[in-house]
Antibody, heavy 118, light 107 residues
Framework: QVQLQESGPGLVKPSETLSLTCTVS????????WTWIRQPAGKGLEWIGR???????NYNPSLKSRVTMSGDTSKNQVSLKLSSVTAADTALYYC????????????WGQGTTVTVSS | DIQMTQSPSSLSASLGDRVTITCRAS??????LNWYQQKPGKAPKLLIY???SLQSGVPSRISGSGSGTDFTLTISSLQPEDFATYYC?????????FGQGTKVEIK
């Protein structure tokens, strides 16, 4: 059974860098695209980007200048960094697996809340 | 970017009702369309992928249809556990995009 667990600081100061980790169990991170999605409180879902560990990344153009995704195969983890954060980056952040068949997000973590505030 | 538009944004329905939610893409996405259900405080759950394929474990009263730009999610007989928010998402191209969501409430 594939499970994803997001972790990271719950509070980040404005202008600093948000850093989150998604720990994957039950599947190798080398075999799928891993996606980050966020959801501000009471609002809809925003696709941040995805990474395939062999070297492919795709980012949302609206965030591209501030986003970096990476992976650590030794720990079976993928990471998200979002720089120069503002209050608008306050949200619940999810990681999810993108399945290769028709590319749906078939496994999700439970999400981690990040608040940007001084 | 491909824009996904869902309608309605919310609806009220009774137990046993047939419910239909529509999703329209701003350009053709073939059948690269997925549907998710989200309950309060929970992560989204995949219901339908490739427009009409039922994810394992999802009850058969839930179905999806469509291709090109117009898609439909149907719940044939609404059950208590179906009251939630539903999102469509295109996986045709990046950036992936979601509809704004449809909240299904109890009448």
């Amino acid at each position: 059974q594939v499970q994803l667990q997001e972790s990271g600081p719950g509070l980040v100061k404005p202008s600093e860098t948000l850093s989150l980790t998604c720990t994957v169990s039950g599947a190798s991170i080398s075999s799928y695209f891993w996606t980050w999605i966020r959801q501000p409180a009471g609002k809809g879902l925003e696709w941040i980007g995805r990474i395939y560990i062999s070297g492919t990344t795709n980012y949302n153009p609206s965030l591209k200048s501030r986003v970096t995704m990476s992976g650590d195969t030794s720990k079976n983890q993928v990471s998200l960094k979002l720089s120069s954060v503002t209050a608008a980056d306050t949200a619940l952040y999810y990681c999810a697996r993108e399945n290769t068949t028709s590319r749906p997000l078939d496994v999700w973590g439970q999400g981690t809340t990040v608040t940007v505030s001084s | 970017d491909i824009q996904m538009t869902q309608s309605p944004s919310s609806l009220s329905a009774s137990l046993g009702d047939r419910v239909t939610i529509t999703c329209r893409a701003s350009q053709s996405i073939s059948t690269f369309l997925n549907w998710y259900q989200q309950k309060p405080g929970k992560a989204p759950k995949l219901l339908i992928y490739a427009a009409s394929s039922l994810q394992s474990g999802v009850p058969s009263r839930i179905s999806g249809s469509g291709s090109g730009t117009d898609f439909t999610l149907t719940i044939s007989s609404l059950q208590p556990e179906d009251f939630a928010t539903y999102y469509c998402q295109q996986s045709y191209s990046t950036p992936r995009t979601f509809g704004q969501g449809t909240k299904v409430e109890i009448k």
